[in-house]
């Protein structure tokens, strides 16, 4: 491998070969790195390997800017793996200094198999933290260690992908590097999220991505929930006669006994099986057609999203979707159902909780009985129903995913630290909301209660954060702030970052604050959603600290 030896940098490689002897002596006396000259080794990344030492620097540069980079201290004979711009030879061995490249990455992950994401099978609790930013992770990890909770911390739609000019490898390689970072040696996942074609699939499998979530939109014929019965009779009687008599002699008028303790039953009426064929057959031969091309072949956890629809999933619909798999010898991972009532971007749930609760239950069984888990989708701030759903799948398990609203937290940093940018942002994504009409639905959108930008000023505009129509605003309009341009410059995105870069560790506080507020209430620590908001540090004075 190519590397370049600076000539100023003898002294530097000096003192680092000089650390690396005391993180040995250190080993061999059981200390704990708390005596190294040079602050900038970041403790929680130092690794040992026999004799080989591995650790990131985090070196603060002119801007006030984290970088990080990989020091290697290994072998000769094997430390050609790396790609090193600076290096240091010292008998049989050599000390590197590299970046956190790809190449590098695959280097390290041959000698530290905790590197590569893993299977989220063997895991009770796991919850998606989707990154938009790619500088999340860190506090993602750190406030995850030691709760028995895997994270799935490269989790990235197409869409999103597109959104912020990133790719999977982008989102993969962001993601890894943290984990080494943090030294986070417990499993972590790395997911194709909401792959729609074979094509999207094929470029997570290949990225290294270890779960697949198929969202079957594209498949799913929503249209005929909206029809008459005399209309689903119709369609239902064009089928093949082989196939009519498959799905009645199946679910006409039958009754199934579901749950752990066959506590439930979901029934079919006439109606419930024309809807169900006709709605989600289609999407049960994409996903049976994926799973045989790439899940199998591959072992890739398998999740199923039926929750990109206009329409709540009934009970009898599951149980189709699910039983028809199971038929064909196919056992999700998990699956997303859309559950009763609104799961909007970046708020809490709408709807009915004793409702929520008895649709939930249903689905928690059906699942159950099949032999996965539930998959909560948009699963961002939606407290209320987080302790119905923590104790109803409190002894077969959950995974609920989150992404948007970890942007919102870096959006709460603009507000505290330059109030005039956050008000700037708020102004342009209120006047130019048309932008995402077409891909989300949400209240911000129709109800006109959306905080009027003259409202907004730079001494009263963290509030915008805490009203649910500010934070659909922002939370929607977050590939358009980051990608307006002026006169071929970008409006805000170099200004956004600036201030985040300088400001990383209150982004981590207000990361960790946000995940409590979830996890709390997921693990039952706390019974209601105020009952943990009023546990938490209050956000709002939490920026005088830094």
Known sequence: MQY????????????????????????DNDAKFDNLSNKEIYVPSIQVQGRNVYFNLHHVNEKGYTEKTLVVYEDKLSIGDFVADERLDHGQRALIVAQQTEPNYKALAKRFSWMKPTSRRDYKYSFGLGDRLGNASN??????????????IAQQSIRELTLMHRTNTDVFLDAAWSVFDEGFTYGWGAEGDHVKTEYEVDYAVKVGCRTIVLDCTEVINNKAVTLSDEELD??????DDD???YFNDTYLNKTFTVGAHNDAEVHFTKHDVEESVLTFYGAVLFATKIYHKFVVPYDLDFEISMDETPYST??????????????????PTTMAPRFYGEFQKAIDYIGDLDKFEKDFSLHEKIAEHFGYKLSVHSGSDKLSVYPIIGRLAKAHGWHVKTAGTHWLEACRVIAHKDPQLFVDMYRYAYNNLDDVKDFYVFNAQTDGNAPKPETVTPDHCQFVLSD?????????MFGSLMNAQHNYHYVFRDKFWDILKKNQKLYDKFLNI?????????TGKYATKQEALDALEPKTDIAKEY
């Open 234 to 239: 119709k369609q239902f009687n064009a089928l």
């Open 243 to 245: 196939q009519k008599k």
């Open 468 to 476: 649910d129509d500010g934070r659909q605003v922002m939370h929607t």
């Open 314 to 331: 009934t009970n009898p619909n599951h149980y189709f979707f699910a039983n028809e798999l199971h038929r064909r010898g196919i056992t």
């Open 514 to 522: 946000h995940l409590a507020e979830h996890i709390d209430l997921l």
């Open 139 to 152: 506090a993602h990890l750190r406030f995850l260690k030691g709760k028995h909770i895997f994270p799935v």
């Open 4 to 27: 370049l030896l600076k000539e100023d940098s003898t002294m530097d490689l000096d003192k680092l070969l000089k650390n690396v002897q005391k993180i040995l002596a250190d080993v």
